[in-house]
Structures are given as structure tokens and as C-alpha cells.
């Protein structure tokens, strides 16, 4: 592999110097060469500590960090060949667009023909031509985020870190830039490591996600692998929406396992491990694996919640005393049901996925 962490752990005092917290806990994980990785999760799972023990702003307790085959653990950061982008942009205000992106060449001395040559290469990549002499504060958001973008680009370095680079931005603008930021990774083939708590463009952006909580990874996967296979409770809660349905394995065979819940019995899917007879578990089924029809024989239900979205309709649905959330995406579903509407809620089997209680 390109880039490999190896057991990385990061430790700080406490507050008040009693003891110690760990913000990275044993985090071993491969990064091909160009690559596009996202580390996610909520705020103080540690990933914004393994992007810092990547770039070198902090060391590891203990572990090791190998890029290209070198053994970067203690190498300061000026000495990693990297380049981060950064949440606050982090552009001098005092010098033009130009001047920003030249300042890390002008520092490693590269003759001025050179320096004009590859800043005027990466204007044009992150699409700012002609804008070379503008002020900071004469570009909006998205152009200084831009600039910053630029200014990693420029170094052309062997990884390009993010550190939540488009939460200052609007809704808008910030899908545009995941998607540019996502356009350019795949034309230059550089190996990028991305920080977001923001499922959607963590889905949207990546090759493979770090999924993590307490400072520990959870699931690393593709983004249909983490929604459809997740490891555990909390992926399947943290990356899309889910419900949670507690039930009872009654026979395993070929593949499917007979489950009951809500005293019905269902066959779906069996899950990677084994599960015995008897075993309590847990169904996960998203929003758009549930149907809700006026009759049949479905689980009885009453809609508590509808909000039509026009794409579609959202509906919370009360099931035996539990509320399942429920999106409705049929183009010519034939009505819109209200509040107090008793339905029949009707599982997909297929899109079932079943977790150890």
C-alpha cells in the first residue's frame, strides 16, 4: 500500500493533568496510491487527530506512518511531501491570488519562469484564469476556497490532506465544490485523504470511507458497502437513516435466515455471521425499504408525520408502539396519506440486513 497507518495511537493529558484521553485508538488503515479516502464521523471521534498525525502537526503515541515506503512517523511535517487544505482557508490577505499560490514555490527557491509557469497550470485547473491579481477579500467563498485548493495543488505533493474544507460554504456551493474537488482528484490521480462529519458528501466524494467513533475505526468501506453491510449499530445509524427492529432468528438455510418480529414471521437476507435459533436480533431497514399500503397484509400502522417533498413523501409511522421512519419515492403513487391514516406496513425482505442484537 501507499500510505499505511499501523496501530496509530494518540494520547493527551487530561484536563487538570489527571490522567490521560485517548483521541486515537489503535487506527491501522491502507490508502492505495490515488485513492480518495474520507474519514467521518461525529464531532470527537478522532479523525481529525489521525489527519493530524498524517500531515505530522502531532506524533503518535505509539504506531507508525509509512508513505511510499519511508517511515514518516517522527518527520515534521515540512519534510512529508504533503499538503492540506484547510477549513478556514488560510489565505494571507495581504498578497494577490497569485502571490498566494506562489508562496510555498518562492520558499523552496524555484526560479520565477518556473514558479509563473506551474501557478498559471493550477489557476487554470481550479478554473480562477485571469484572476491571478485579485485580492483575497475581492473573491467570494467558493474562489478562495479555490485559491486554497490551488496553493496545495502547486506543491504537487504525494498527498493532499482536507480538513473539512467546505463547511464555510453555502448549500449550494458546497456541492459544486465537492464535485469539482472530486473532478480534479480523479484527473491528477493523487492520493487525497478528506475530514467530514457530513455523511452526503463523505458519500458522494470518496473511494473508500473510515467510518469512526471514540477514536477507534469502525467500518472502512465503499459507500454502498457502509449503507447496505454496515458493521454494526452505530454505522447503520450514522451513515444514511435507519430503522431498528428488534426480532427473533427462527431457522437459518441456503442463505436467508426466518426471523420474527411483531409476531410475523419474515424471510430475508442472512447475515455474514452465523446465527443460531432463538438468537435475538436486530433488523435494519432503511426508509425506502418500507411500503405503506391502505390494505392488505402488511402490520397494521398509523401515520403520525407526513411531509410530501414533492421527489417524495416523508411519513412517520407508528408500529406497535414504535415510530418507523418511512420515504415514499413512487412517481405515481396513487395518494398522499395524512395523519391518523391507519396503513399496513409492508417490509422489502431484500433490503433487510440483520445485526446481533
Not at 487525497?192 to 457530513?198: F, L, P
Request: hydrophobic fraction near 45%; glycine fraction near 8%.
Amino acid at each position: 500500500m501507499y500510505l499505511t497507518l499501523e496501530h496509530a495511537t494518540k494520547r493527551f493529558p487530561a484536563r487538570g493533568g489527571a490522567g490521560e484521553v485517548t483521541a486515537v485508538d489503535d487506527v491501522s488503515l491502507d490508502i492505495a496510491r490515488g485513492e480518495f479516502v474520507t474519514l467521518l464521523g461525529p464531532s470527537g471521534c478522532g479523525k481529525t487527530t489521525t489527519l493530524r498525525l498524517i500531515a505530522g502537526f502531532e506524533f503518535p503515541t505509539s504506531g507508525r506512518i509509512v508513505l511510499d515506503g519511508a517511515d514518516l512517523t517522527h518527520v515534521p511535517p515540512h519534510q512529508r511531501d504533503m499538503s492540506m487544505v484547510f477549513q478556514s482557508y488560510a489565505i494571507f490577505p495581504h498578497l494577490t491570488v497569485f502571490e498566494n499560490i506562489a508562496y510555498g514555490l518562492k520558499i523552496r527557491k524555484l526560479s520565477q519562469a518556473e514558479i509563473k509557469q506551474r501557478v498559471g497550470q493550477v489557476l487554470d485547473m481550479v478554473d480562477l484564469n485571469g484572476l491571478g491579481q485579485r485580492a483575497p477579500n475581492q473573491l467570494s467563498g467558493g474562489q478562495q476556497q479555490r485559491v486554497a485548493l490551488a496553493r496545495a495543488l502547486v506543491m504537487e505533493p504525494k498527498v493532499l490532506l482536507f480538513d473539512e474544507p467546505l463547511s464555510n460554504l453555502d448549500a449550494k456551493l458546497r456541492i459544486q465544490m465537492r464535485g469539482d474537488i472530486r473532478a480534479l482528484q480523479q484527473d491528477l490521480h493523487i492520493t487525497s485523504i478528506y475530514v467530514t462529519h457530513d455523511q452526503h458528501e463523505a458519500m458522494a466524494m470518496s473511494d473508500r470511507i473510515v467510518v469512526m467513533a471514540n477514536g477507534q475505526v469502525q467500518q472502512t468501506g465503499t459507500a454502498e458497502e457502509l449503507y447496505q453491510r454496515p458493521a454494526n449499530r452505530f454505522v447503520a445509524d450514522f451513515i444514511g437513516q435507519a430503522n431498528f427492529i428488534p426480532a427473533r432468528a427462527l431457522a437459518a438455510s441456503n442463505g436467508r435466515l426466518q426471523v420474527e418480529a411483531w409476531g410475523r414471521a419474515f424471510d430475508v437476507p442472512g447475515p455474514e455471521r452465523a446465527i443460531a435459533a432463538g438468537e435475538d436480533v436486530i433488523l435494519v431497514v432503511r426508509p425506502e425499504g418500507i411500503r405503506l399500503t391502505p390494505g392488505g397484509d402488511g402490520v397494521l400502522g398509523e401515520v403520525r408525520r407526513t411531509a410530501y417533498l414533492g421527489s417524495q413523501v416523508d411519513y412517520e409511522v407508528d408500529v406497535a408502539g414504535s415510530r418507523l421512519a418511512v420515504v415514499d419515492t413512487n412517481p405515481l403513487r396513487p395518494a398522499v396519506f395524512a395523519r391518523d391514516d391507519a396503513v399496513r406496513v409492508e417490509l422489502l425482505p431484500e433490503t433487510v440486513y440483520v445485526l446481533p442484537a
